[in-house]
């Protein structure tokens, strides 16, 4: 059984006429009678009787007409809800991004995203940056948002956005020279992109991570923040989480050389991205 065998069984039946049906959906009517003849001999059932000069529907053919015009209508709502999908009417954005871009970058551009996109639902998680990287891995997030670098394979990676770590203590505790040494630090926790970076710059400026007397790993920016400034410790965070802290004279950057990062774009190179996922990429890559 076709869909085009059920519409022209619609089409007939609905006029009572072989003639006018065929006409309706384009057809001569020895192709919609051979379509018909078809659709009883396969499922060996009568849906029309002839009388006299015309035909008409048999107890069968009625009872089938109705499931007919049952399966097209589902046909067509399939088929408009792949239009909706495609046009960006309807669907869903599963991203997953780590902290600092879950909390100080996204939020402003998931609210202009569903601005543009109303019908669009927004399913959003923060995690650290090994962690979303899991999550698109396995396909819990279509799509991820993090700091630095992932070294996966599997995944591709699109820059959107350039931001710097800086160091930062209490202004009681701000040096004009230091050292890294001069201080005990509060770190993020391991799989966190931010201490990530900040241990890749430290080699850079030929620092070994391992020398820093850490004094505690905490696994939010915002936990760190609140250590250092009730303590003598310094941290590295994004410029954008420690900015109104500097602003208002609570944190002093210190005069450290680390490196800009980016937040990037994390997909799953094997996956076809859905048309939320490229609106949303294409939105962002041309900021960027």
Not at 40 to 57: N, W
Not at 131 to 143: I, R
Not at 197 to 220: I, K, M, N, R, W
């Amino acid at each position: 059984m076709t869909i085009e065998q059920l519409a022209i069984f619609i089409a007939v039946a609905e006029r009572q006429h072989l003639t006018q049906g065929a006409a309706a959906v384009g057809l001569t009517p020895s192709a919609a009678s051979a379509a018909i003849k078809a659709l009883e001999t396969v499922h060996a059932v009568r849906l029309f009787d002839r009388v006299g000069r015309r035909i008409e529907l048999t107890r069968d053919g009625m009872a089938f007409l109705e499931e007919a015009r049952q399966t097209i209508a589902r046909i067509r709502q399939a088929e408009q809800a792949l239009d909706d999908l495609g046009g960006l009417k309807r669907g869903t954005l599963d991203v997953m991004a780590s902290q600092t871009v879950a909390n100080y970058w996204l939020p402003a551009r998931l609210l202009a995203f569903a601005s543009a996109y109303p019908g669009i639902t927004v399913n959003f998680a923060a995690a650290n940056t090994n962690e979303v990287a899991e999550a698109v891995m396995s396909g819990a997030a279509e799509l991820g948002i993090v700091e630095g670098h992932v070294d996966v394979p599997a995944l591709a990676s699109r820059a959107i956005f350039r931001d710097r770590l800086v160091a930062v203590c209490a202004p009681a505790y701000a040096l004009a020279r230091p050292r890294f040494s001069d201080y005990r630090w509060i770190m993020r926790e391991p799989g966190s992109g931010t201490r990530a970076e900040f241990e890749a710059g430290l080699v850079t400026l030929g620092v070994d991570p391992a020398s820093l007397d850490v004094a505690l790993a905490l696994p939010t920016n915002e936990a760190v923040l609140n250590a250092v400034l009730k303590s003598d410790c310094a941290a590295a965070l994004s410029e954008m989480v420690v900015a109104p802290f500097v602003a208002a004279g609570r944190l002093s950057i210190l005069p450290f050389e680390l490196p800009q990062r980016d937040f990037s774009l994390l997909y799953h190179r094997e996956r076809r991205p859905s048309a939320t996922v490229k609106a949303f990429r294409d939105l962002y890559l041309l900021e960027g």
